[in-house]
């Protein structure tokens, strides 16, 4: 039981990191907005810039096939190369959700001709693409989706989309997104699917930011005014989309990353500059110091349950299933840890203005984002019920909706 | 990376689980808990003693297996599994490793070989009383090589042989090795939470003492064992946890309620699903420790009092909601969820309270981050 790289591990990093010393920029772009999966705004074009050098070296996509411009690596190369690749001031990087599920998707199902197209520029960072699942009636419930797509009338075999989804990230500056719509409404709802791929250009999309109950905008409503598309750019076949869209997201867990920000050095910090009525520091306060003992304790078995899930990649083994506790854990650990950073301040914690108190900025950002961080790519509750049945093996929950034509659904409101 | 344990060390575990699958099933663990007058599985004990357990991490001049501790840790975490009724910590994780940790070569040369072959069960014997003792508080006094004193309650006090005691000599503490079945010793089996585990008061009245470690330092060198013996108890912990886990998944799986299996209610699949992640970061806290352990890494003190807090959370909450999955027929003695919370009990009490490793652990980060 140890922490080092094994010998090849050792040399994939020390090249990774000759490469970066070389490659990587030396300075970071200024303007990282709020939200997971990077900004536009002014960092995109260093963005861009970051990824067409990571693509022309083969560090891009390091576990995909070399065919597709990747390395044909490891899971632990790429993780090597991640850790070695954050040490370096790197700007926001917006095109993980096209490589990590939307390429990928596309990829499994199309023809040679529609990969050549895609993946290439994808993988350089030139066209940035979204995933359009989460509507407004379902967020868990994604085979819920009402978006339809209807045969043109026309006899071209294309197709009619309309409808709207909800929580797009970074489809304000996606070029293409994959689209799960509605096609046989006769059908019990897990049946009546069709995946779709369409150009978020096209003049029947419109993206509207959402306005986050933490101030910030990280992500959009889309809104589809019959949006044509041709049958070839149907992913997998008509009213399959169901099973086209599990690929999708196997691996979206990956993606939605745990909590960042203030953790329990902040806070320890804070207590320790922070005065308690008898004028020490309030990090004296027995109660604090336990709570503080509690978020230690856990970040660390974060940590190592992180590193034991290494060690599997590093064996060549599927990660064990411990992988799937980060976010439930990291996530409310976030808010409860924000909000007692908050009160230790006493009445001054409500005080939320940089200029007059500026120590606890980072955690009223934790105490706002992290209701967001706690339902997004998953909800708390659909991750336990995750845990309960994929990895306890406990029965699924009864499915009321199986067998009833989506059309007689009970919608409420 | 490799923070993981060995195939070796895997098939060890796999190994020890059959011994006390055959050897130590819940029956036998009710052998003793319902026999007042049985403070041990006697058998089970011979019978781990055959297996080389005690002496896994005693080197072999000493006579032990000299395999080291990441086997103890397997070991350990299949008897926390089991609940096995037998002083292997006492014997092993405290006196033992206190012994390796602090005892000169004639200490080394005459103690280690006879835990190695099963022929001396040890003890260590620190509270005076209610609350955790300090400095201020240790009343136990040495004058001229002779211990008196009252410990309460001393785990296994009323079976070992052998017991290393915190005790003041010219007002200095230090760590002294009692034979309790020598002179000047009166035990007294004293009832507790769990009685799958012996405990007892023992009463010094000028019992020959020998002086372990440097004198004046006996809290610290007692902290030093604490940490050791935390990181092996919080595998026992870790084992008995998964253990609940498994009972309550089993039987929400064969109990009907309303008309389906209760495991197909969200009110039960989610507190399984805590149970499971509260479980998960204490095996990986327990996982640090071992390997600080191991390597006797300055990391040893916090990764032990991580390793003890998260453990002892993690057993709580998985025999207490263990119980609450079960219902009515959880409650009944007949039913073995109470073996698991009553030594879940005893183990995050044995070696000092998780509230006093909390505090211990945030001035352990206070001093490493002043730095």
């Known amino acids: 039981m140890d922490f080092n790289d094994t010998p090849d591990e050792a040399a994939y990093r020390a090249q990774a990191k000759t490469w970066l010393d070389a490659n990587a920029p030396k300075k970071a772009v200024s303007d990282a907005n ?68 939307c390429v990928p998707t596309v990829a499994t199902f199309a023809d040679q001709a529609t990969k050549d197209r895609f993946v290439g520029p994808a993988l350089r960072g030139e066209e940035i693409w979204c995933q359009l699942f989460s509507e407004p009636s379902g967020g868990s419930d994604v085979a819920a989706a009402r978006t339809k ?13 309309s409808g709207q989804k909800v929580w797009t990230t970074g489809a304000q500056f996606s070029d293409f997104g994959i689209v799960v719509c509605r096609t046989n409404a006769d059908a019990p709802k897990h049946k009546g ?94 109660a604090l110091r336990e709570k503080l003992a509690d978020w230690y304790v856990q970040a660390e078995g974060l940590k190592h349950t992180r590193n034991r899930t290494m060690t599997a990649l590093s064996r060549g083994q599927t990660p064990g299933p411990e992988s799937s506790i980060g976010k439930i854990v990291s996530a409310l650990m976030m808010q409860d840890l924000g909000n007692s950073a908050v009160e230790m301040l006493d009445q001054y914690g409500i005080i939320d203005d940089p200029a007059l108190a500026p120590l606890q900025a980072a955690f009223h950002s934790s105490v706002m984002f992290a209701p967001g961080l706690r339902i997004a790519g998953g909800t708390d509750e659909i991750l336990k019920n995750i845990i309960a049945e994929r990895v306890l093996g406990l029965p699924g929950d009864i499915r009321v909706d199986k067998d009833v034509a989506f059309k007689d659904m009970p919608t409420g409101r | 990376m490799n923070f993981d344990f060995s195939d070796d060390q895997k098939f060890l575990k796999a190994e020890a689980r059959k011994f006390l699958d055959a050897n130590c099933p819940t029956a036998r663990v009710r052998g003793v808990l319902d026999a007042p007058d049985k403070a041990y599985d006697a058998a089970l004990w011979k019978g ?19 395999l080291g501790h990441l086997e103890l840790c397997v070991i350990a975490e299949e008897l926390g599994r089991a609940v096995a009724p037998i002083p292997f910590a006492s014997t092993v994780y405290f006196l033992a490793e206190a012994v390796m940790l602090a005892g000169d070569d004639a200490q080394k040369a005459d103690i280690l ?85 012996d405990a007892a008061r023992l009463i010094f009245d000028a019992a020959p003492a020998q002086r372990l470690g440097p004198t004046g330092e006996g809290f610290a060198l007692l902290e030093q064992i604490n940490d050791r013996a935390a990181i092996l108890l919080s595998f026992e912990q870790c084992g008995g946890a998964d253990r609940c886990l498994e009972m309550a998944k089993a039987y929400a799986l064969e109990r009907y309620a309303f008309g389906r299996v209760i495991a197909s209610y969200q009110a039960i699949k989610h507190k399984l699903a805590d149970m499971y992640v509260k479980n998960e970061l204490a095996r990986s806290n327990a996982y640090y420790g071992a390997w600080a352990l191991n390597t ?76």
Request: aromatic share 8%; net charge negative.
């Open chain 1, 193 to 286: 699917l069709t995946m779709f791929w369409l150009d978020m250009h096209d003049p029947g999309v419109e993206v509207k930011p959402i306005h986050q109950m933490s101030g910030g905008s990280g992500f959009n409503e889309v809104f589809f005014t019959d949006v044509r598309v041709k049958d070839s750019q149907r992913i997998g076949a008509i009213d399959d989309g169901w099973k086209v869209s599990l690929v999708t997201l196997m691996n979206e867990r990956l993606a939605v990353g745990g909590a960042s920000g203030a953790g329990w050095r902040e806070f320890m910090e804070a207590a320790r500059s922070i005065p308690g009525a008898d004028g020490g520091p309030v990090l004296k306060d027995s």
């Open chain 2, 113 to 197: 070989p006879k835990i190695a072959a099963g022929e001396l069960i040890g003890a260590i014997a620190t509270s005076e009383g209610p609350g955790a003792l300090g400095p201020t508080t240790l009343k136990a006094s040495v004058a001229g090589g002779k211990l008196s004193g009252v410990k309460i309650p001393v785990t296994d006090g009323d079976i070992a042989d052998l017991c290393l005691v915190l005790a003041k000599e010219n007002g200095q503490p230090g760590l002294y090795l009692v034979d309790l079945t020598g002179a000047g010793v009166t035990r007294e089996a004293v009832k507790t939470l769990d009685p799958t585990r």
């Open chain 2, 296 to 371: 006797n890494a300055p990391e040893l003190p916090v990764a032990a009092s991580a390793a003890r807090i998260a453990a002892s959370e993690a057993f709580w909450f998985a025999s207490k909601e263990n119980i609450q999955t079960h219902g009515g027929i959880g409650f009944t003695w007949e039913m073995d969820c109470h073996l698991f919370y009553r030594r879940s009990r005893q183990l995050s009490l044995v070696a000092g309270a998780p509230r006093v490793w909390k505090e211990r652990l945030v001035s352990q980060l206070e001093r490493r981050n002043a730095a």
């Open chain 2, 48 to 66: 781990v003693v055959a297996q080389g357990w005690l002496g896994a991490a005693i080197p072999e001049e000493h006579g032990g297996l000299g």
């Open chain 1, 34 to 101: 709020e939200g997971e999966g990077g900004e536009g705004g002014g960092s995109m074009a260093a963005s861009k810039a970051w990824q067409a050098k990571k693509a022309a070296a083969g560090y891009a996509q390091i576990t995909w096939p070399k065919e597709w411009g990747g390395q044909g690596g490891n899971p632990i190369q790429q993780v090597i190369f991640n850790e070695e690749e954050a040490r370096h001031p790197i700007p926001p990087n917006p095109f993980q959700i096209g490589l990590g599920m």
């Open chain 1, 149 to 161: 797509a209807v045969r043109a009338a026309d006899g071209s075999g294309d197709w009619i989309i």
